[in-house]
């Protein structure tokens, strides 16, 4: 996957997340950064104040 085609799939709904502090995610891009080899994302699944805070994580290479 280019890095562009990875911006047009998921990075609205990503930016949206990071900014309410619900994810953190990184890439991985091969050192000229031309081209996207993989994403983790860690997203936390606690859904309201009460509930445990429990994390997802989830990787494509």
């Avoid at 619900?22 to 104040?49: D, F, K, M, P």
């Amino acid at each position: 996957m280019t890095e562009e085609a990875d911006e047009i799939d998921s990075l609205p709904a990503t930016a949206r997340e990071a900014e309410a502090h619900q994810c953190l995610n990184s890439r991985a891009a091969e050192r000229a950064e031309t081209e996207l080899l993989g994403c983790v994302y860690i997203e936390s699944t606690r859904r309201s104040a009460h509930a445990a805070r429990t994390h997802e994580v989830s990787w494509w290479v």
